[in-house]
């Protein structure tokens, strides 16, 4: 089972901030946070990941709290092309590790 | 990361028949898996396709249904056999990119009548 939490549904206004939040209450010491999303019709795509401190990248910003047990994804002005379905996973980093996703939150992003 | 090649794109099967979907690598990876990802739903795994050993089923799935092929680091294939309405869905291959997460194929989309 997956071992996060997530809104079913999100709506945010073309050129706002999209802030996505996932629950991880039982997330171990060395384990850490992806985040990957699924536009309609196509695989997930990795977006970023992290273990404690927060994270940025050229597609979004990802906030770990302190006591890691929930995070927030950070999509800083999102477009019509955000429109997705939004994964939080907590996984090992080893390269042997599956995927298990959960049901991810649906972003729509209204012009 | 990894660029994978999926193919059929999409298909529409008679029940009964089986549909052998072949997922490419342009590099060799260690691990491959195989998703599926019914009308409206979250992926689901289906097993993790082993390079020259047999593959790893989920709990649910069994090698009879889906047997899965992985000749060598960059290649497999997922045939669905038997098929009934019930198996119309997307199915998805993936392979690892070691730290930084995993890439997907585009997915094979079948339907099944």
């Known amino acids: 089972d997956a071992k996060t939490t997530q809104p079913t549904s999100m709506d945010c206004a073309e050129g706002r901030a999209a802030n996505l939040p996932c629950n991880h209450s039982t997330i171990s010491g060395n384990e850490y946070v992806y985040w990957y999303r699924q536009i309609h019709s196509q695989g997930p795509q990795y977006i970023i990941h992290g273990l404690k401190n927060n994270e940025t990248n050229e597609m979004a910003s990802l906030i770990i709290t302190e006591d890691r047990k929930s995070s927030t994804l950070i999509l800083p002005h999102a477009t019509l092309r955000d429109t997705a379905v939004y994964y939080c996973?907590?996984?090992?980093?080893?390269?042997?590790?599956?995927?298990?996703f959960g049901k991810g939150t649906k972003l729509t992003v209204n012009p | 990361s990894a660029v994978i090649s999926q193919k059929p794109s999409r298909d529409i099967c008679q029940r009964g028949t089986s549909l052998t979907i072949q997922c490419q690598v342009d590099s060799q990876v260690t691990m491959m898996f195989w998703y599926r990802q019914q009308p409206g739903q979250s992926l689901t795994l289906i097993a993790t396709a082993n390079q020259g050993s047999e593959a790893t089923y989920e709990s649910g799935f069994v090698i009879d249904k889906f047997p899965i092929s992985r000749p060598n680091l960059t290649f497999s294939t997922l045939t669905v056999s038997n098929m009934s309405p019930e198996d119309s869905s997307i199915y998805l291959c993936?392979?690892?990119?070691?730290?930084?997460?995993?890439?997907f194929g585009s997915g094979t989309r079948l339907t099944v009548v």
């Open positions: 993936s392979a690892t990119g070691g730290h930084y997460g995993y890439t």
């Open positions: 996973i907590v996984r090992l980093p080893q390269g042997d590790e599956k995927l298990v």
